[in-house]
């Protein structure tokens, strides 16, 4: 079972986290391809994709966006599943419902999920730009990711596709 675990990801943060769900699955017995999505041209060779972004005013990077448009039919067709890592803080924010809104993408790939992890900020990475908008959204810096959760999520990926749990999407 071949799965792509394609990302996209304006700091490095997401990437990290599409490592991890590669290496759960490996270790699981699958054989998982992590690529930044951009050098990723279709879904040719796969069995099932796990697609990711960082989440950026609402949204998934224009990269995973054009991917989705690229691919959409062939998607749709096969075993997917989206994560979008994004909330800062303690308490996270914002709230998952306001952190991105991919109901367009969830739909076009028949997704099984969509998971919303916490994300990662460095101030000393953002451009000037990225800094007013989180200055004045107030936004917290600090790598809040958790480990364990997106460690679980993939592992329940990697039972569904050995069929150890239903799939359903
Ligand atoms: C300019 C900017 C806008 C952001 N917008 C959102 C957002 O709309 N929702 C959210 O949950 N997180 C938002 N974040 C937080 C990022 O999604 C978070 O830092 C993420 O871990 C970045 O992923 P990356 O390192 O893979 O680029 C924003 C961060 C920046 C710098």
């Known amino acids: 079972m071949r799965v792509l675990v394609a990302v996209a990801s304006k700091h490095g943060s997401t990437r990290e986290i599409a490592d991890a769900i590669g290496q759960t699955l490996e270790a699981a017995g699958l054989d998982a391809t992590v690529a930044d999505i951009d050098l990723v041209s279709d879904t040719s060779g796969y069995d099932a994709a796990v697609l990711g972004s960082g989440a950026y005013a609402g949204n998934w ?11 959409e039919q062939a998607l749709a067709k ?48 953002l451009s000037f730009g990225e800094r007013a908008i989180i200055k004045a959204v107030r936004a917290r810096e600090g790598d809040f990711r958790n480990w364990d959760a997106i460690a679980d999520w993939a592992k329940e990926i990697a039972m569904c596709l050995k069929g150890e749990w239903p799939y359903t999407s």
């Open 61 to 71: 990077l224009k990269a995973a966006r054009a991917f989705v448009d690229r691919n």
């Open 78 to 125: 096969m075993p997917v599943w989206l994560f979008s890592s994004g909330p800062l803080g303690d308490p996270l924010k914002p709230d998952d419902d306001e952190a991105v809104k991919i109901q367009g993408i969830e739909k076009a790939t028949k997704a099984a999920d969509h998971a919303i992890f916490p994300g990662a900020l460095d101030k000393a990475t």
